[in-house]
């Protein structure tokens, strides 16, 4: 039998999971990143990761056929090195030659959407589907895609950055140096900061997770806030249906958890921007794995690899 690792590194915490090759998790760790710390904390949370993962599962390295990695931001697959992360301070550091040399073993590496949307693809919400979209909306946006029943990543694996996509012409500047991209109207700290700018008061505790609630509850601030961030989302969305024409869209992350109102959202900017055989077509789903889609994929891509 043979057994793989996925890890998901985000700027919290990093999960990891083995499975073997009929799927069984033989072991599942999540501790923290402590980005906060530095370049040299985060790569030694990934070793205490790694070893957690061995000794709970009782495997040995050789035991472990191959590694996959998913982290935010872009790869340099040559290199094998981050060339941008915004949440992390993992840029041009070499911890995936590092993490081969000690373990000896193959280590793969991905976008974190990506081992997300596999993950959704092979055991979630976008089970038999043929072409799927999967979309998580949380502090950002990020996107991946199933083609065909394959994985689409593009020509340097960095497709589908969905939230820089520009949806307003002359808008605000965004951390990638573009102006008006989607994930400052559309995702959870855009809310957040939405609220603040209307000193919206929510017990100094303002998150996106506060204000649906308070649009819920009737707040006019907290509905206008919201209405505006969902029609920023559905244009953004509909975007995505045009060029992909997907049979589903899978939507996960921290903002999935407002459930109907952010895919009543989608559906509704699918509806009137998309063409009609798209829009009918179209399903919206959440996603079923969750937190875990992009440790569970990971390890499904170094079994695919």
């Known amino acids: 039998m043979t057994n793989y690792m996925g890890i998901d590194i985000g700027g ?5 999971l083995i499975l073997n090759d009929k799927h069984a998790a033989l072991s599942n760790v999540c501790v923290p990143s402590c980005s906060q710390e530095g370049s040299e904390r985060v790569c030694k949370q990934m070793f205490f990761l790694i070893e957690q993962l061995l000794a709970q599962s009782g495997l040995s390295p050789q035991e472990i056929t191959r590694i996959c990695i998913g982290i935010p931001g872009h790869w340099d697959k040559k290199k094998k090195v981050l060339c941008h992360c915004s949440n992390l301070p993992l840029e041009n550091i070499p911890f995936v030659e590092n993490i081969e040399k000690h373990y000896g073993l193959p280590v793969i590496t991905t976008n974190d959407a990506n081992a997300a949307t596999w993950g959704e693809y092979m055991l979630g919400a976008g089970q038999g589907s043929t072409n799927m979209l999967f979309v998580t909306i949380s502090t950002g946006i990020g996107a991946g895609a199933i083609i065909n029943h394959k994985l689409f990543t593009g020509s340097s694996g960095n497709a589908l950055e969905l939230g820089h996509i520009t949806i307003e012409q002359n808008g605000r500047l965004c951390s990638c140096g573009n102006h008006g991209c989607a994930e400052l109207y559309a995702s959870g700290s855009a809310i957040a900061k939405a609220a603040e700018y209307m000193r ?3 017990d100094n505790n303002i998150t996106a997770e506060n204000v ?3 649009a819920a509850d009737g707040n006019s601030k907290a509905c206008f806030i919201i209405r505006d961030a969902m029609h920023s989302l559905g244009a953004c969305l509909s975007v995505a249906a045009e060029l992909f024409d997907p049979d589903i869209i899978v939507v996960g992350g921290g903002l999935a958890k407002a459930g109907p109102q952010v895919l009543n959202a989608i559906k509704t900017g699918i509806r009137e921007r998309c063409a009609k055989p798209i829009a009918n077509n179209t399903q919206i789903k959440l996603s079923q794995l969750g937190d875990n889609a992009g440790v ?4 499904l891509l ?3 690899d």
């Not at 919290?12 to 990891?16: E, F, I, L």
């Not at 569970?296 to 390890?299: D, N, R």
């Open 212 to 214: 649906f609630q308070a």
């Open 12 to 16: 919290t915490n990093m999960k990891g």
């Open 200 to 202: 919206f008061s929510l």
């Open 296 to 299: 569970y994929g990971a390890a």
């Open 302 to 304: 170094a079994a695919n």
